[in-house]
T-cell receptor, first 113, second 116 residues
Framework: DQQVKQNSPSLSVQEGRISILNCDYT??????FLWYKKYPAEGPTFLIS?????DKNEDGRFTVFLNKSAKHLSLHIVPSQPGDSAVYFC????????????FGTGTRLQVFP | EAQVTQNPRYLITVTGKKLTVTCSQN?????MSWYRQDPGLGLRQIYY???????DKGDVPEGYKVSRKEKRNFPLILESPSPNQTSLYFC???FGRGREDSYEQYFGPGTRLTVT
């Protein structure tokens, strides 16, 4: 049972345009959401997070939006750069009860010139 | 430099030969975890530890053991590896609940294991 889903395995975007990566979840107890970025031959690195009490969080070119009623979150990257090409994982947790993170299957983003 | 280290980075072994993948962190983190990454399945948690001598099963614990005798180390043990354990393994750590940044897990570089 996949509690966190990333239905797009890949996304291709032109440099300078917006990249939108989507994530859906099924567990209404999740109260914290994170995005990780992974380059080949490296471990995932934390990118941005959002608490369930918010609906938006920004950090430079990266913005995460949370729609609790739809159990959906998205990561926006504006403007996209070639260095953003990586696999992006969405993760969620019920941190009120556990330290456990549940990861999605990942979306491979390619930003081309 | 704050980091999580794993060794070895690459390992090819045969079915049934016991192996250990080491993990160490220098950030005084309480929480440590092991994941495996497989195509189409994302990152799945194998075991985790909330502190020294406290470990618990994740989603896919079968065939694995862990120990947490010291805060900084969290080795992953495969007593009798099988080909279905061929995967990319990641160790991660974080401060754990109670801190604002506690949810951010820091990952090691990964260990690619092949069991023939």
């Amino acid at each position: 049972d996949q509690q966190v889903k990333q239905n797009s395995p890949s996304l291709s975007v032109q440099e300078g345009r917006i990249s939108i990566l989507n994530c859906d979840y099924t567990n209404s107890m999740f109260d914290y959401f994170l995005w990780y970025k992974k380059y080949p031959a490296e471990g995932p690195t934390f990118l941005i997070s959002i608490s369930s009490i918010k609906d938006k969080n920004e950090d430079g070119r990266f913005t995460v939006f949370l729609n609790k009623s739809a159990k959906h979150l998205s990561l926006h990257i504006v403007p996209s750069q070639p260095g953003d090409s990586a696999v992006y994982f969405c993760a969620a947790s019920d941190f009120g009860n556990t330290d456990k993170l549940i990861f999605g299957t990942g979306t491979r983003l390619q930003v081309f010139p | 430099e704050a980091q999580v280290t794993q060794n070895p980075r690459y390992l090819i072994t045969v079915t049934g030969k016991k192996l250990t993948v080491t993990c160490s962190q220098n950030m005084n983190h309480e929480y440590m975890s092991w994941y495996r990454q497989d195509p189409g399945l994302g990152l799945r948690q194998i075991y985790y530890s909330m502190n020294v001598e406290v470990t618990d099963k994740g989603d896919v614990p079968e065939g694995y053991k862990v120990s947490r005798k010291e805060k900084r180390n969290f080795p992953l043990i495969l007593e009798s590896p099988s080909p279905n354990q061929t995967s990319l393994y990641f160790c991660a750590s974080s401060f754990g609940r109670g801190r604002e940044d506690s949810y951010e897990q820091y990952f090691g570089p990964g260990t690619r294991l092949t069991v023939t």
